[in-house]
């Protein structure tokens, strides 16, 4: 899984060089509302949503929203902080093999479900960022 560094880099990637080509494209009536209608949903104009969906394409890579960012980072805390506390939990036995009475107080349902709970949210931010460019 890319690191949400990354992800960022990625949906920025094309920001920061200067844009100094224009593209014009001539849409009918009903595709300029189906633009319009789509760019109120991510972007603020519907130049940006273009913008996106054209960089999107051409680099392969989705561009996320600042709140899918946002939430993909939310996500990567809760796991890495998973990831902390078993590995406290691998060093304290592996010093100790008494110490296999700390594995009886967890709470294993509740980690599960957390990991579960950050897969689905990364997925459904995943396949929304694949509809919404593929589209």
Request: charged share 30%.
């Amino acid at each position: 899984m890319e690191n949400a560094d990354n992800i960022k880099y990625l949906s920025n990637i094309e920001k920061r060089e200067p844009k100094s080509r224009q593209v014009k494209i001539r849409l009918t009536e009903k595709q300029a509302s189906e633009l319009k209608r789509r760019a109120k949903n991510f972007f603020k104009s519907p130049t940006g949503w273009a913008t996106a969906l054209v960089i999107s394409n051409l680099s392969n890579h989705p561009i996320f929203s600042d709140t899918e960012l946002e939430e993909l980072r939310k996500v990567r805390q809760e796991i890495h902080r998973i990831g902390i506390n078993l590995n406290q939990i691998s060093r304290s036995i592996n010093m100790d093999p008494k110490n296999t009475s700390q594995l009886y107080g967890l709470d294993w349902p509740a980690i599960i479900a957390s990991v579960n709970r950050a897969r689905d949210t990364v997925d459904k931010i995943r396949l929304a960022a694949i509809k919404r460019w593929s589209a």
